[in-house]
């Protein structure tokens, strides 16, 4: 049986419902994070925390939580920031030399790869990215944020300098518990494909951008 104390990290004021499996080094061209392995308590979801420095409560520290697109981060796709919003990232958490990104094992904004291909192939007729998922009967966004900001919590981080633009994410490690000192905008620029995208997300989910 699992101590309910080794549930409660230091920073957290509740029993958490993720859990840390493993936590090895990763040398990067970013330099050195190290990556931990997480499983949800209560549904088969995996998570990544990629963390530089040392994590501790009291230090007000740079996170974020992106989100998995694997067109975006690895195939480069220009239909979305996410590679160069990643990337930004990783070099501003490398430049303080302290930071952590909680990267969420969600494709799609949780419809998966194949569902996703089928909401491009419909925006390739004029859609927009919510008009598609709406047609193809999905939810606009699946995704839960709040194991991520739990993970925060694990790492026994409390106060934070939240990286994103997605007010919901930014509501979910509040509600979690964690000190939001300051939100950075992380804008970057966007290539014309990306553009129509970007200003759906700003006018139909909330997205706090200014560039687009
Ligand atoms: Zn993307």
């Not at 090895?24 to 190290?34: H, I, K």
């Not at 239909?79 to 930071?99: K, M, N, S, Y």
Request: contains cysteine; aromatic residues 6%.
């Amino acid at each position: 049986m699992i101590e309910e104390t080794s549930l409660r990290p230091a920073a957290s004021p509740y029993p958490l419902s993720v859990r840390r499996a493993s936590t090895a080094r990763l040398p990067t061209r970013w330099g050195e994070f190290s990556i931990s392995g997480y499983q949800s308590l209560t549904s088969g979801e995996e998570f990544v925390a990629l963390h530089m420095g040392e994590m501790r409560p009291d230090l007000c520290t740079l996170a974020r939580i992106q989100s998995q697109c694997i067109t975006g981060e690895v195939f480069g796709s220009a239909r979305c920031d996410c590679g160069p919003q990643l990337r930004r990232t990783f070099e501003l958490v490398a430049r303080e030399g302290r930071g952590v990104v909680v990267y969420q094992l969600q494709e799609g904004r949780g419809i998966g790869i194949i569902n996703k291909i089928r909401a491009y192939a419909l925006q390739d007729e004029g859609a927009d990215t919510v008009e598609a998922n709406e047609r193809l009967g999905l939810a606009v966004d699946l995704r839960e944020y709040r194991q991520c900001a739990e993970i925060l919590l694990e790492l026994r981080l409390h106060r934070i300098r939240l990286l994103s633009n997605n007010p919901l994410k930014l509501r979910a490690v509040e509600e979690a518990g964690l000190e939001v000192v300051e939100r950075i905008a992380i804008e970057v620029n966007a290539r014309t494909d990306a553009l129509a995208y970007l200003r759906t997300k700003k006018r139909k989910m909330g997205h706090l951008l200014t560039s687009v």
